[in-house]
């Protein structure tokens, strides 16, 4: 269900979140920088050291999820990979977090992550799953009209923890992005049609070793910008993408099955020009002489280049035929 002309999510709180990042590399450091615009107190922590990075931008690192937890932040955002999700969050030390902590994600899929924080974490704790639709390309001018999916999983009404939600959720609101309140189940049936189809075609594209050409068609730009911008994300994001996605399966297998319709339809068409060409060919030399022979024969075999060298030969002029 889209949001996009929905009033402001939160309450006008003067009190800003504490909300602990965890997981600080490209995206977690994007995502960052919009929650420091709205106000909100960031904490981070990875597995590699940006304490430098922290400390040119006002955040404070912990080395470990030991230290960060104690510091009782209002919400936990994941930003791991996909694949190292599951070992983060097992990482993380429940007991030193406040109970109406609130855990949330920016996973590309959506029921592993809910399906992950349901089965681990203690049941007070609240979930929202979310997936800003966009990343550092796409949104370094802004975030103004992108897409902003969230599942509220799991989040007491009328308690304080609905009231940091819905203050958390405002953050992506007010920033300008466009609101879409989606399951879980569903993003991912989108997704797996959408980001994950994407991300093969352009994969794909990559193994053909594309280049820019002096008559490069606007189509074949499009071509090369989606190549370049799928392979710049990781192969590990793309095995995420259908590993994490039930329904990335049977996308792979539509794929298949259109590429083989298609080639289909092409040599079939081939295969009428070739039937056609040998009848003709057939019926012609009966009725002429052994040493005339027609224009309709297939070509010599010495002579075969490509496909192009079954097509039809044009009926030739009176003029053409006085001049032979």
Not at 18 to 31: D, E, H, R, S
Not at 279 to 299: A, D, H, M, N
Request: charged content about 25%; overall charge negative; hydrophobic content about 35%.
């Amino acid at each position: 269900m889209s949001n996009s002309g929905m009033e402001s999510l939160g309450p006008n709180s003067e009190t800003p979140l504490k909300i602990a990042i965890v997981g600080f590399g490209n995206f977690g450091q994007f995502i960052a920088k919009g929650i420091q615009r709205q106000g909100h107190v960031v904490l981070a922590s990875s597995r590699s050291d940006y304490s430098d990075y922290c400390n040119e931008n006002g955040i404070k690192f912990f080395k470990n999820l030991e230290e960060l937890c104690e510091e009782e932040p209002d919400i936990v955002l994941i930003c791991s990979s996909i694949l190292s999700t599951e070992s983060v969050i097992l990482g993380i030390p429940f007991h030193k977090l406040k109970q109406d902590t609130i855990f949330a994600d920016v996973l590309s899929v959506k029921e592993f992550p809910r399906n992950l924080f349901l089965d681990v974490l203690p049941p007070e704790f609240g979930i929202v799953c979310t997936h800003p639709m966009f990343g550092p390309d796409s949104g370094k001018h802004g975030w103004a009209g992108l897409p902003f999916v969230y599942d509220e999983v799991r989040i007491l009404k009328g308690s304080t923890q609905a009231q940091k939600c819905a203050q958390f959720l405002s953050i992506f609101q007010k920033e300008g992005c466009r609101m879409v309140e989606m399951s879980c189940k569903e993003h991912d049936r989108y997704a797996a049609g959408t980001q994950f189809i994407t991300h093969t075609i352009g994969r794909i594209l990559s193994q053909l070793n594309l280049e820019s050409t002096p008559i490069n068609t606007n189509g074949y730009e499009t071509l090369l910008q989606l190549t370049e911008s799928t392979v710049s994300d990781s192969f590990d994001l793309y095995y995420g993408l259908f590993m994490y996605n039930v329904n990335a399966m049977e996308q792979i297998e539509n794929l298949s099955k259109a590429f083989e319709a298609v080639k289909q339809k092409l040599f079939s068409r081939l295969h009428g020009i070739l039937k056609k060409q040998i009848i003709e060919r057939v019926s012609f030399q009966k009725s002429i002489p052994e040493e005339k022979p027609g224009s309709y024969f297939l070509p010599d075999n010495k002579k075969m280049k490509d496909f192009s060298s079954f097509a039809e030969p044009s009926e030739k002029t009176s003029k053409e035929q006085e001049d032979e």
